[in-house]
């Protein structure tokens, strides 16, 4: 549960008060905490390096909340005395993770305008997350519960569209939560008709969302050769999840595709056992899309949305797919397959042909494509190719959000490595810039339609340390970017 208030920070009953801190000249400095009593102030100052305060982005510090209501004074540090939305974000964030097992906390941060109530209301809600359903009483009692109550500190506490953006962060946060929780969830519990049944499941719960399933049986009818190819290997059978909003007097139509490969051992090209590692998150495009779609109806967007899921588990049996295999992707493009690891632009092809078949005013694809990626930008930073102003739109949109993107070309010199002897276009390219050659490729099934792909393999899973808002394990990368170029189209 999450408000607004109005009330002297100074005298709230709370487990937990949360003031910022930032680095200047090698000191921490307190950021709008006039309010504190003057010897506590004093006390912070003269004690910093003692207690460890710097002020640095990420660092939390919690000391006694000696004048206080509250029974303690947390500490969360900006980096900078002037901090922006996305540096409110990760402080509010950081201070909610640390807190996890705390019952109520009242944020104290700077948010003396509606953007930055947003800020910090999003980010003590997207740090406000553990998952815990599969530990066993003895472990899920060591693993604190999120905080339960967080109050943001503002004189805009009874102002409307401060309000407005507390009520978009709760349909935002709780977006992300759950695709989150489809992330860390094991992939013998999460198999493609699990993820489609979750995604029925979610479909029923918001007003105007309606959720269509092609099992193997209607993707053999539709050509998906690539979905099918895909999933051949696995006794568990593919599925392509079609989730549509369509209100009425809709300003356009955004379509999203999203990459599900609910588990991928490589096929027969297999990858190592610590490549294995965390292959449960292939499907983080499909729950980004999924949940974007909800979110876009939770807030009456007045602009279509229609996501498609390509799902399929990617396993060698005897039944799977071989390097040499030529598929007939939907749409009649065939596709040497030359390695079974460069699984995810196979399905998703076969969707974005399905999307374009509409004829949406644009197409965006997520996937964890490419280790590519994460080799050229690391685990942090995501990367968006495809039609230069829709490229540029979805960097707009990641900025507003606080997502880092980065635009990425897609040089026509590539273009040759996938030609094959025998087919249209062959899976795979050149090893060297092999995050661009899977863009180009899925640049193939896209024809004229305005277009982007949104390669997040690295901020998609965390599999280091906990940071800002963001946990272990899935962290619901691309959501936040997404709704904010929907939302975007909905005001033009």
């Known amino acids: 549960m999450i408000s607004l208030t109005g009330k002297d920070p100074a005298r709230l009953s709370v487990d937990a008060l949360v003031v910022a801190t930032a680095e200047r000249n090698g000191a921490p400095q307190l950021l709008g905490a006039d309010w504190l009593p003057e010897q506590l ?189 895909v999933g051949q290997g696995s006794v568990r059978p593919p599925r392509l999840v079609k989730v549509t909003y369509a209100p009425s007097r809709a300003r356009g139509h955004v379509a999203l595709v999203g990459k599900g490969i609910t588990f991928d051992s490589g096929g027969l090209s297999i990858k190592t056992a610590e490549g294995m590692v965390g292959m449960k998150s292939d499907m983080a495009g499909a729950a980004a899309v999924l949940h974007t779609v909800l979110a876009a109806a939770r807030l009456g967007l007045p602009v279509a949305v229609t996501g498609w899921l390509a799902v399929a588990e990617n396993m060698p049996s005897g039944t799977a797919q071989r390097p040499s295999d030529v598929l007939t992707m939907r749409g009649g493009t065939t596709v040497e397959v030359l390695n079974t690891d460069a699984e995810g632009r196979l399905v998703m092809a076969d969707a974005l042909v399905a999307a374009v078949e509409e004829k949406p005013d644009v197409v965006l694809d997520i996937a964890t494509l490419t280790g590519a990626q994460v080799v050229a930008l690391g685990d942090r930073v995501s990367a968006v190719m495809g039609s230069d102003e829709v490229r540029g739109e979805v960097v707009a949109a990641a900025d507003r959000s606080g997502e880092p993107f980065w635009p990425m070309p897609l040089p026509v010199e590539l273009r040759a490595g996938l030609k094959s002897q025998v087919a249209d276009l062959s899976n795979i390219g050149e090893r060297f810039g092999g995050m661009l050659t899977a863009g180009i490729f899925l640049r193939e099934f896209v024809g004229s339609t305005p277009w982007a792909h949104l390669d997040v393999a690295g901020p998609a899973f965390n599999s280091r340390e906990p940071h800002g808002y963001t946990p272990l394990g899935g962290t619901g990368a691309g959501i936040r970017t997404l709704l904010a170029l929907i939302e975007a189209r909905a005001g033009r």
Do not use: C
């Not at 472990?139 to 967080?150: C, G, H, K, Q, R």
């Not at 805009?156 to 489809?182: E, F, G, N």
């Open 41 to 229: 102030r004093a006390a912070l100052s003269s004690d910093a390096r003692a207690l460890g305060i710097t002020g640095a982005t990420g660092e939390v510090r919690r000391v006694p909340a000696t004048g206080l209501s509250a029974r303690v004074l947390v500490l969360t540090g900006t980096g900078t005395a002037a901090p922006d939305a996305e540096a409110l974000r990760r402080a509010a964030g950081a201070a909610t993770r640390e807190l996890a097992g705390v019952g109520s906390v009242a944020l104290a941060l700077p948010a003396d305008d509606v953007a930055r109530v947003a800020a910090v209301a999003e980010g003590a809600l997207l740090g406000a997350y553990t998952f815990t359903r599969y530990r066993g009483t003895a472990t899920a009692a060591s693993a604190a519960s999120p905080v339960a109550e967080i109050q943001v500190v503002t004189g805009l506490a009874k102002d409307k569209a401060a309000a407005a953006a507390l009520d978009r962060a709760q349909v935002l946060a709780a977006a992300v939560h759950a695709a989150r929780d489809l992330v860390n969830m094991p992939p013998n519990e999460l198999y493609p008709a699990a993820l489609a049944d979750a995604a029925r499941t979610a479909g029923r719960e918001v007003k105007g969302v309606k959720v269509t399933v092609l099992d193997e049986k209607a993707l053999a009818a539709g050509g998906f050769g690539g979905i099918l190819g």
